[in-house]
T-cell receptor, first 116, second 118 residues
């Protein structure tokens, strides 16, 4: 069965500093990984995804994520945080080996707080 | 292109009642999935529809049901509401182009329907 872990409930960072939101995954086949962001009273907004190829994936709003197969990780990064980046971030995975179940499996979410 | 829309945005019901939530996918998208989001359980998959057929179902009781129409719009129904059904219900649509490997398809989410059961 596929699973995702986000080990930090909250990440605090000062505006202008780099940020990292951690994600590790477990799948039986090839992983397909996604990051979403949720602002208060809103749905999930797609940021980026890893399919195959380059381990560094670039996405929306200056975010990028680094895929590491040996560490089964897919950490979200941004070189310079903005106060407006403060939100709830979710990592999600699909397992190619689970063809009968196309749903995304989500992590528990990490709240990012960017201080001015 | 308009995003995924969900109606209503907010609902207040009492225990024992039933509720129907509606989702209109992005134009051209053929797959619709539903998720329940609660503070305790996080994001949990309910079911997925494609071409008016339920293709996958999560671990929810039979009180939760859904359907998809020929225009890809989808509804979900919860009967005999319980206090624990209070949640944000999210709908997501994906394109599912022929020839595209399914795990790579991106799901785009609507704003959700906030259901409160009193």
């Amino acid at each position: 069965a596929q699973s995702v872990a986000q080990p930090e409930d909250q990440v605090n960072v000062a505006e202008g500093n780099p940020l990292t939101v951690k994600c590790t995954y477990s799948v039986s086949g090839n992983p397909y990984l996604f990051w979403y962001v949720q602002y208060p009273n809103r749905g999930l907004q797609f940021l980026l995804k890893y399919i195959t190829g380059d381990n560094l994936v670039k996405g929306s709003y200056g975010f990028e994520a680094e895929f590491n197969k040996s560490q089964t990780s897919f950490h979200l990064k941004k070189p310079s945080a903005l106060v407006s980046d403060s939100a709830l971030y979710f990592c999600a995975v699909r397992d190619e080996g689970s063809a009968g179940r196309r749903a995304l499996t989500f992590g528990s979410g990490t709240r990012l707080q960017v201080q001015p | 292109k308009a995003g995924v829309t969900q109606t209503p945005r907010y609902l207040i019901k009492t225990r024992g009642q039933q509720v129907t939530l509606s989702c209109s996918p992005i134009s051209g998208h053929r797959s619709v999935s539903w998720y329940q989001q609660t503070p305790g359980q996080g994001l949990q998959f309910l079911f997925e529809y494609f071409s008016e057929t339920q293709r996958n179902k999560g671990n929810f009781p039979g009180r939760f049901s859904g359907r998809q129409f020929s225009n890809s719009r989808s509804e979900m129904n919860v009967s005999t509401l319980e206090l624990g059904d209070s949640a944000l219900y999210l709908c997501a649509s994906s394109l599912e182009l022929a020839g595209v490997i399914w795990p790579t398809d991106t799901q785009y989410f609507g704003p959700g329907t906030r259901l409160t059961v009193l």
